[in-house]
């Protein structure tokens, strides 16, 4: 899929510039093997990669205007990733806390701002979300995914601040440190 994807666009793999990939957090299959495939070509091709949190391309892939964005995935077993994102004034997100795993019924926002919802956390556990955290949400959309153009977008910007990484340090973001119980 690769070699016809570059073939499509007439370009050569060496000839670019950097890789980027999603880092997750995420569903585990997923982030491995997205990790596994750009180690993989980063290797072959000596190129340098820019990983990119998936929490952070599901909100890029949102903005409009200057509107806060809480971005959540469904961990499973109850819990969500998730991180709040403000737009700047180049129109790319940045992260106003850590990415955090947790309950949703336990996300707590000091922040009077309005916020808007987005990603998979919002659609399976929006009634809790939206108890909440009714007072400051001004809607949601639980089926909004992560988006290679918003994976790019953050990327580009990354590698022009020097964030890039050897294929060796393109490792996955899991936070979750126990997976069974």
């Known amino acids: 899929m690769v070699d016809q994807l570059l073939s499509e666009a007439e370009i050569k793999l060496s000839s670019l510039d950097a890789l980027a990939f999603g880092r997750g957090p995420g569903a585990f ?4 093997i997205a990790t596994g495939v750009i180690q993989g070509l980063a290797f072959a091709a000596d190129l340098p990669v820019v990983p990119v949190s998936t929490l952070a391309a599901l909100a890029q892939g949102t903005i409009t205007d200057s509107q806060a964005i809480i971005s959540a995935i469904d961990a499973r077993m109850g819990e ?19 990415e955090q795993i947790s309950k949703p019924e336990s996300i707590n926002i000091t922040d009077n701002d309005t ?37 790019i ?9 020097g964030k890039a990484v050897s294929a060796e340090e393109a490792l996955p973001v899991y936070l979750r440190n126990k997976v069974t119980g």
């Open 29 to 32: 299959t997923g982030v491995r």
């Open 80 to 98: 969500i990733y998730w991180c709040l994102y403000k737009p700047g004034t180049d129109k790319i997100v940045a992260p106003l806390c850590t």
């Open 115 to 151: 916020w808007f919802g987005v990603g998979s956390g919002w659609q399976t556990y929006n009634d809790i979300l939206q108890q909440k955290l009714s007072a400051q949400l001004t809607g949601f959309d639980g089926e909004h995914y992560p988006h290679a153009r918003d994976i």
């Open 153 to 161: 977008t953050l990327a580009i910007k990354d590698f022009n601040n």
